[in-house]
Nanobody, 115 residues
Framework: EVQLVESGGGLVQAGGSLRLSCVAS????????IGWFRQVPGKERERVSC????????YYADSVKGRFTISSDGAKNTVYLQMNSLKPEDTAVYYC????????WGQGTQVTVSS
């Protein structure tokens, strides 16, 4: 059974940093795509970043380019999202998403950026 568990969210002032972690159990780390999405109440879930093992390619939404960095540690079955220069508009629940045959979601972690 695949499980994705996020951690690392919290409250931070604008300009600060957080690092989110997504631990993937039951997930084969030799062929995967894992991403981070975020959602605020009343809005659709937005893709923030993703990483693919096939070619080590990464994707970033325009709104986070230059501020967020996605990385993976296969030995720890973990994908990270380093978030720097945080802005109040980054406030959302952040979800880890994994694709390996099927699509899997974590439970989400709240990120709140105060102005």
């Amino acid at each position: 059974e695949v499980q994705l568990v996020e951690s690392g969210g919290g409250l931070v002032q604008a300009g600060g940093s957080l690092r989110l972690s997504c631990v993937a159990s039951g997930f084969t780390f030799d062929d995967y795509a894992i991403g981070w999405f975020r959602q605020v109440p009343g809005k659709e879930r937005e893709r923030v970043s993703c990483i693919r093992s096939f070619d080590d390619s990464t994707y970033y939404a325009d709104s986070v380019k230059g501020r967020f960095t996605i990385s993976s540690d296969g030995a720890k079955n973990t994908v990270y999202l380093q978030m720097n220069s945080l802005k109040p508009e980054d406030t959302a629940v952040y979800y880890c998403n994994g694709v390996q045959g099927s699509v899997y979601w974590g439970q989400g972690t709240q990120v709140t950026v105060s102005s």
